[in-house]
């Protein structure tokens, strides 16, 4: 997805409006998920052609999602997502009391390597 974009970028002379840029690479992370979670490729894409509708949509929208307070959340967050700066926008500065708080969190990070955790994309 990365060198698609990339190669987009330096070969188009198309430049996409931003909002249309980043939904365009919002849908190719999410579809590039399937990719990752699938056991087998043509379970991503079974899965990925359920995504699109071709097994049909759900009649009731609000059951889909679980209902209206899920689909609530999934607005608020969807709104946090798309329309808050992103971390290279937010002016940050570095000085002692930053510094004691990241090395508190590297410590509590080699404190528990002891401990098991399952790699995210285990099936990967």
């Not at 990719?35 to 991503?44: G, V």
């Not at 999934?74 to 798309?82: G, N, Q, S």
């Given at each position: 997805l990365l060198v698609a974009g990339l190669v987009w970028r330096h070969v188009s002379p198309v430049r996409l409006p931003y909002p249309l840029a980043a939904t365009l690479t919002f849908v190719a992370v999410v579809f590039g998920w399937v990719?990752?979670?699938?056991?087998?490729?043509?379970?991503?894409g079974a899965v990925a052609l359920a995504m699109v509708g071709t097994?049909?949509?759900e009649p009731n929208g609000l059951t889909a999602v679980g209902g209206?307070?899920?689909?609530?959340?999934?607005?608020?967050?969807?709104?946090?997502?798309?329309?808050?700066p992103n971390a290279w926008r937010i002016p940050f500065r570095f000085n002692s009391y930053t510094g004691v708080v990241a090395a508190l969190v590297f410590v509590v990070c080699v404190l528990r390597f002891d401990s098991a955790s399952p790699f995210l994309y285990f099936r990967f």
């Open positions: 990719l990752f979670r699938c056991e087998t490729l043509s379970h991503a097994h049909g949509f209206a307070g899920n689909l609530a959340v999934l607005a608020v967050l969807l709104a946090i997502a798309w329309f808050a």
